[in-house]
């Protein structure tokens, strides 16, 4: 397991945007972002396979957020433009060492072993 610290969160209007971090303490060969609103599940917004080459994205916010990775595989980031008011959640780091069949598995929780605090998102309309 990694240690994920997410920042980047904050409040903002709808129509804004925020661009949220995450800090590995070390490396993960896969990654993503999720979401949770008190009283309902955890869901996935997007994932990133190690190549790079390869990102996933729940389709709530396919055109609006884009997920990247920086160089050393250890800083995740999302990108968040657009913003909705049903945007708003604690938004969680995931990252997994290792797994099988991500090509199925990324929206699945259980695929990844680390799991960041969370960030605040509060879009107001």
């Known amino acids: 397991q990694v240690q994920l610290v997410e920042s980047g969160g904050g409040s903002v209007q709808a129509g804004g945007s925020l661009r949220l971090s995450c800090a590995a303490d070390g490396y993960s060969a896969y990654m993503g972002w999720f979401r949770q609103v008190p009283g309902k599940e955890r869901e996935v917004v997007a994932a990133i396979h190690p190549s790079g080459r390869s990102i996933r994205y729940a389709d709530f916010v396919k055109g609006r957020f884009t997920v990247s990775r920086d160089n050393t595989k250890t800083t995740l980031y999302l990108q968040m433009d657009s913003l909705k008011p049903e945007d708003t959640a604690m938004y969680y780091c995931?990252?997994?060492?290792?797994?099988?069949?991500?090509?199925?598995?990324?929206?699945?929780?259980?695929?990844?072993?680390?799991w960041g605090q969370g960030t605040q998102v509060t879009v107001s309309s």
């Open positions: 995931a990252a997994a060492k290792q797994g099988v069949n991500w090509w199925a598995r990324w929206p699945d929780i259980s695929f990844y072993d680390s």
